[in-house]
């Protein structure tokens, strides 16, 4: 078989945070020095997280990457965002109809409703309809993040704030039948995914507008960077990093990511929490402290 390692100087690499490079705590310092390290080479360092740019901003800059730096992918490939300013560079939201439906459909189940905005361009990051409030998984999401909330019965139709996101939070085997309802319902129109959330514990079922992924936000970086998908390396531990490893030149996955992951990847490198993202930057540089392939 032939080594991916061996035939390209790969030019971005592409890093999930939770789970990858974050494993109940701040980065390791093996896998930032890593980063850096990769940076120094001369390949672009990508953030790619399903956290919002208020959630990920103290992570990237503990990492402390050299100049230039990067713009990060956000909110699982519905925002991309330059980390000096925390401006939006781009964003994929849903269309004002599906997510009202999407939405109201949630709420028919029971589900207090998350719909996430652009909170750079709009004075708030959240809508949330229903009664949250004493909901022990909503209280203990929103515990931990700096967000401004909007509450209200519904989404607006018309005049309103298109959502990058809308989620719900419930235990694994509830969100994993949520987002089957989503699939079934919403056919073509949306994409989404149950993912674990290992910073609160929960999972989350969430939906994002039609090709909003990580990989369409790194093909939106790549063109920006002149680096097409073949020329990219991806790391990742969950489902919303199928899309980039899948579409990456070269990827790789920790040893207890689910087996869709590790079936994706080129790679199987340590597990989470034991340097997964030094591993594979070690990989990728080579015995000559280059990218490989240079």
């Known amino acids: 078989m032939t080594d991916p390692f061996a035939q390209l100087a790969y030019r971005l690499l592409a890093v999930d945070v939770d789970g990858t490079l974050v494993h109940g705590g701040p980065p390791a310092e093996s896998d930032a020095a890593a980063l850096r390290r990769a940076a120094e080479a001369g390949m672009i360092v990508c953030l790619c997280t399903g956290r919002s740019w208020p959630e990920v901003r ?24 330059e980390p000096d300013s925390g401006r939006t560079l781009y964003s994929r ?48 999401f929103f515990a931990r993040r700096p967000s401004r909330i909007r509450e209200a019965d519904r989404l ?40 674990h959330l290992p910073r609160t514990g929960v999972h989350i079922a969430e939906a994002f507008a039609g090709g909003a992924h990580k990989l369409s936000a790194l093909v939106y970086v790549g063109q920006g960077c002149r680096v097409a998908p073949a020329a990219m390396a991806a790391i990742g531990d969950d489902l919303n990093d199928l899309a980039m490893l899948e579409g990456a030149g070269v990827s ?19 597990p989470r929490g034991c340097g997964p993202v030094a591993e594979f930057v070690d990989a990728l540089l080579g015995p000559a402290g280059g990218p490989a392939g240079r």
């Open 156 to 195: 607006p139709r018309t005049g309103g704030v298109r959502p990058l996101r809308i989620s719900v939070l419930d235990g694994a085997d509830g969100a994993a039948e949520t987002v089957a309802a989503i699939r079934r319902r919403f056919p073509g129109r949306v994409e989404a995914q149950a993912i």
């Open 93 to 140: 939201a849903f269309d004002r109809d599906t997510a009202a439906d999407l939405a109201d459909a949630l709420r028919g189940m029971g589900y207090p409703v998350m719909a996430l905005v652009d909170g750079w361009r709009e004075p708030f990051d959240y809508y949330l309809l229903g009664d949250w409030r004493g909901e022990p998984l909503y209280e203990r």
């Open 252 to 270: 790789a996955a920790p040893a207890d990511a689910p087996e869709p992951l590790r079936r994706a990847a080129d790679r199987v490198v340590a």
């Open 58 to 81: 103290d992570v990237w800059a503990r990492l402390a990457l050299p100049p230039p730096r990067a713009p990060v992918v956000c909110v699982g490939g519905a925002l991309v965002v």
